[in-house]
């Protein structure tokens, strides 16, 4: 009977956990290099699902870069929509039908560019420039006002415009509202205006969604993301 108490309970012990696979722990580089090879569609469907190292790899913006020119080359001028995060640059928006453009973190690629695009952009209905760096020759060539300029003289279909950090004045504002009569929604957090009289007062009237210089940026994804890694 003792011997068959002992069988019992050493049968009744878990056994370890099975080992890490070897690829979970390659450097992250070499996992990226690797899961490029593959195709958009298995990425997406089974790749990103085998384990958690994976899926972080799967959702890093390096691994869609190639996937993204190649998006663009193939639309052939027909992209309506595009999200652009930390890469990429002017020879993105080749499309003169967009409709949508959002540039986050385009800290060199778009340095001083939108002014240039936005003349070829003429059906843009949303835009959202965000963290996306304005240079020293920028500033001297086209004033502080420049994109905020740009978007006021070439994009007269815009209904939702964010410019979250950008160095437009005053000037630059009044010059969106009158040439952007459709504009409903409207994010200045954290550009240096100062919305106290007539252009405050214009902007609560023809503005429905007004985000102010101060408000809040608690639900903006990309600010979340900045103050998780400082």
Request: glycine share 6%; with cysteine; hydrophobic share 35%.
């Given at each position: 009977m003792p011997n068959v108490h002992?069988?019992?309970?050493?049968?009744?012990?878990?056994?370890?956990?099975?080992?890490?696979?070897?690829?979970?722990?390659l450097p992250a580089e070499i996992t990226v290099d690797?899961?490029?090879?593959?195709?958009?569609?298995?990425?997406?469907?089974?790749?990103?699902?085998?384990?958690?190292t994976w899926w972080k790899v799967c959702h890093d913006p390096a691994m869609w870069r190639r996937i993204c020119r190649i998006a663009v080359d193939r639309s052939q001028g027909q992209l309506l929509k595009i999200?652009?995060?930390?890469?990429?640059?002017?020879?993105?928006?080749?499309?003169?039908?967009l409709r949508h453009l959002r540039v986050v973190m385009g800290f060199y690629d778009f340095a001083g560019?939108?002014?240039?695009?936005?003349?070829?952009?003429?059906?843009?209905?949303?835009?959202?420039?965000?963290?996306t760096l304005i240079?020293?020759?920028?500033?001297?060539?086209?004033?502080?006002?420049?994109?905020?300029?740009?978007?006021?003289?070439?994009?007269?279909?815009?209904?939702h415009l964010g410019l979250l950090l950008n160095t437009?004045?005053?000037?630059g504002l009044q010059a969106i509202l009158d040439g952007c009569p459709h504009l409903v929604s409207l994010d200045l957090r954290y550009c240096n205006i100062d919305l106290e009289g007539d252009i405050g007062r214009r902007c609560r009237q023809q503005i429905v969604d007004l985000k102010q210089p101060h408000a809040s940026t608690h639900d903006y994804e990309v600010w979340l993301y900045l103050m998780s890694i400082i």
């Open positions: 002992k069988k019992l309970k050493a049968s009744s012990i878990a056994p370890p956990p099975p080992p890490s696979p070897p690829w979970v722990d690797i899961l490029q090879r593959l195709g958009t569609i298995e990425i997406v469907e089974s790749v990103q699902r085998v384990c958690s999200s652009i995060q930390n890469f990429g640059g002017g020879n993105l928006l080749k499309s003169t039908q560019g939108l002014a240039v695009y936005a003349k070829n952009l003429p059906y843009l209905e949303e835009l959202h420039m965000h963290f240079t020293q020759e920028d500033i001297e060539s086209v004033g502080h006002d420049g994109q905020a300029l740009a978007i006021a003289r070439s994009m007269p279909e815009l209904r437009l004045t005053n000037v």
